[in-house]
């Protein structure tokens, strides 16, 4: 393995790392804000702590192995640190790899990590991002199609080829988000690597039967690497053809384009109405993982890092926020947290649309994060004006995406392997659960179990639209039969009575 072939998109501009798999481990610590893999002795022990004593409270389990054995190795593993003697550790190349594709959403690599449809960019999120995948002439885009208005008049982009346009379009429809603007990007590159193995293009010079058969070939089954026939998933095509869809309709309102060929291609509105979230934790597994959050730290994980964790767990589980909304933002100092003279606690954040938003903790929040903030040397409360990361990694610096998505990650690991042998539903539903599981349980005990008003309940997950929030309140055939029994209760009794 070369760690040098492999891209780290979560900086700008993407950078490669390190050539040897030392340098790369610690690049990777660094970028995550955890230790990778680690090789410790008792000289190296000793070297970072005062006394032994010092040694044995901060690194219990490192310290016990070493009575036993010359050198043991920490390593990261499934959202964790596991320490183990060196004889029975896997190799540093081996737990390079392993992190390297559990973080693929950050790390990419340059040649082969790439979609079906062939080599794709790593992601960078600026407008001026390359808009072909690896191999594509830049000039097979850099002009114009058939249905191309050349009328400067009513051409109001003011641009002659599809290059210029696509920019044009990602500044004004994308750039408020970089989350909007990287997938807008990856699903243009797709249909851009179509197109040219179709031998067709620029996307200006497509046909409603070109964009058709696109939308096909999204929708058919495809051969996977383990020769398993599968379908993309109807939320991967909808976004996908959203997406282009999007693309021209704008270019055909602005007068680039005469004609709109893809009107009516993917489902839009209708999709939005019948969109129902589905990755829900059911309320017994949502309560074990609370108890396991809630417990004491396991026996091998250090007090600091456990303090951490619940503090992590307990926004996410809390607050229903977004993933990437407790990722720290230096400039305007979010997210934060505001406590008033009652000492109730209000946390900021920077949503969708750069939007900021302030959202209620409840004072079940409060024991992990003060436990937590104290942990850290910081003084239970913040205090007005205090403008540091809400969350720290162990080198002190503000945890990115990555490694807050870990840390909720560790949580479910945790609490999967505690769940009952014979529960297997609970446990495998536990272990596939993410962040953003949390957040849809955050929404839906707002708007089905405490009947919150879908405009507040809108304003606390900062949706744009209140059609998003309503897809929450959608219920299955028994709640439905339970609300009509209880609304016509005093009509069952008073027909009773007549009969």
């Known amino acids: 393995m070369n760690p040098s072939d492999w891209l780290d998109t979560g900086c700008q501009p993407p950078r490669r790392l390190p050539g040897s798999v030392e340098a790369a481990l610690e690049y990777l610590a660094h970028a995550l804000g955890h230790p990778v893999y680690l090789r410790w002795t008792l000289t190296a022990l000793k070297r970072g702590c005062p006394s032994l004593a010092d040694a044995k409270r901060e690194h219990p389990a490192v310290f016990a192995l070493l009575l036993e054995h010359d050198a043991a190795i920490e390593y990261w593993e499934r959202g964790r640190l596991k320490v183990v003697p060196q004889a029975a550790a896997p190799s540093a190349t081996v737990v390079l790899e392993r992190v390297?594709?559990?973080?693929?959403?950050?790390?990419?690599?340059?040649?082969?990590?790439?979609?079906?449809?062939?080599?794709r960019l790593p992601t960078v999120i600026t407008p001026d991002a390359p808009l072909l995948p690896v191999g594509v002439d830049a000039t097979w885009l850099a002009r114009a199609g058939r249905f191309a208005n050349p009328v400067a008049l009513t051409n109001t982009l003011g641009v002659g080829d599809d290059t210029q346009a696509v920019r044009l379009f990602l500044r004004e429809r994308a750039s408020h988000s970089p989350h909007t603007l990287r997938a807008y990007v990856t699903e243009l590159r797709q249909l851009a690597a179509w197109c040219v193995r179709e031998q067709i293009g620029p996307f200006s010079d497509l046909t409603r039967q070109d964009l058709i058969a696109y939308r096909d070939v999204l929708q058919a089954p495809r051969a996977d690497a383990a020769g398993s026939v599968r379908r993309a998933a109807p939320a991967t095509v909808s976004?996908?053809?959203?997406?282009?869809?999007?693309?021209?309709?704008?270019?055909?309102?602005?007068?680039y384009l005469t004609v709109n060929p893809a009107e009516g291609l993917a489902a839009g509105r209708r999709a939005r109405m019948t969109w129902t979230p589905m990755r829900f934790l059911a309320a017994a597994a949502l309560a074990h993982c609370d108890a396991v959050a809630g417990g004491d730290a396991p026996a091998d994980l250090p007090s600091s890092v456990w303090a951490r964790r619940r503090a992590i767990w307990t926004l996410y589980r809390f607050a229903g926020v977004r993933l990437a909304e407790l990722v720290w933002h230096e400039d305007p100092a979010l997210p934060r947290i505001d406590v008033d003279e009652a000492r109730q606690w209000t946390l900021h954040v920077l949503g969708k649309g750069n939007k900021q938003r302030a959202i209620p903790l409840p004072s079940a929040c409060l024991p992990a994060l003060r436990a937590y903030r104290r942990a850290v040397g910081l003084p239970p409360d913040p205090a007005a004006g205090e403008r540091l990361p809400l969350i720290h990694s162990e080198r002190g610096r503000a945890l990115g995406a990555s490694g807050l998505y870990d840390e909720i990650r560790a949580v479910f690991a945790l609490a999967?392997?505690?769940?009952?042998?014979?529960?297997?539903?609970?446990?495998?539903?536990?272990?596939?659960?993410?962040?953003?599981?949390?957040?849809?349980?955050?929404?839906?005990?707002?708007?089905?179990?405490?009947?919150?008003?879908?405009?507040?309940?809108?304003?606390?997950?900062?949706?744009a639209s209140v059609q998003t929030t309503a897809a929450y309140a959608r219920t299955g055939q028994n709640e439905m039969r339970s609300f009509v029994e209880l609304s016509f209760t005093d009509t069952k009794e008073k027909i009773g009575k007549d009969l």
């Not at 849809?440 to 179990?449: E, F, K, P, S």
């Open 100 to 119: 390297l594709r559990q973080h693929r959403r950050r790390f990419r690599q340059a040649a082969t990590d790439a979609a079906p449809d062939g080599a």
């Open 416 to 463: 999967a392997s505690r769940v009952p042998a014979e529960d297997r539903a609970m446990r495998a539903a536990v272990e596939a659960a993410s962040t953003h599981w949390l957040r849809h349980g955050y929404a839906r005990t707002l708007v089905v179990d405490h009947s919150v008003p879908l405009p507040v309940a809108q304003a606390l997950l900062g949706h």
């Open 239 to 255: 976004r996908a053809l959203a997406a282009v869809s999007s693309l021209f309709a704008w270019w055909h309102r602005t007068g």
